[in-house]
């Protein structure tokens, strides 16, 4: 979600923050990523209130995190609009807290996975500074990559989530 050279501490960033500090603003961005949804489809997806998922697309709208796309009638002839994520998620600095919301969402959507399609990896390292740096590097060059590149249209959707956190329980003296 985030790229480690994002700057924080504008208002603006921290109004970014605070739109993203909810996992179903983050699930709504992940449902409009491929393609637009109305609130109407939004809801029903996410199995939520019309009304409620309304606000919070309001506020994603609001910070530039989705846009509305170009109005169609529905199937009852009823004017709706769909709205698509534009990907500055990927580009915007945490705020406090947000690794939990983060690590909720992606529970939440797991959740919701075959396990038997789920591959997870876990792994304990020691890592001098150097190392860190050269890790934490090329996993993000790799989803950088990865971020950028063009949807195969064909392609299956799938979730990545990595995280890296000190293990504070292997410190020496504990």
Not at 65 to 85: H, K, N, S
Request: proline share 6%.
């Amino acid at each position: 979600m985030t790229q480690p050279d994002a700057g924080t501490g504008s208002p603006d960033a921290d109004a970014d923050a605070r739109a993203l500090a909810s996992t179903l603003r983050l699930r709504i961005l992940r449902l409009c990523l491929d393609e637009g949804l109305t609130n109407r489809e939004i809801a029903q997806r996410l199995d939520r209130h019309p009304a409620t998922v309304l606000h919070h697309v309001r506020t994603l709208v609001a910070r530039g995190f989705l846009v509305a796309e170009p109005v169609r009638r529905g199937t009852r002839g009823a004017r709706e609009v769909p709205y698509r994520a534009t990907r500055k998620s990927w580009r915007t600095r945490p705020g406090p807290g947000q690794s939990r919301i983060l690590i909720d969402t992606f529970l939440e959507e797991v959740a919701l996975a075959d396990p038997a399609q789920v591959q997870i990896s876990r792994l304990g390292l020691r890592l001098g500074a150097a190392d860190l740096e050269e890790l934490t590097t090329r996993v993000h060059a790799v989803l950088e990559d990865f971020a950028t590149r063009p949807a195969d249209p064909d392609g299956t959707p799938y979730s990545v989530f990595w995280a890296l956190h000190e293990d504070a329980t292997r410190r020496a003296g504990r």
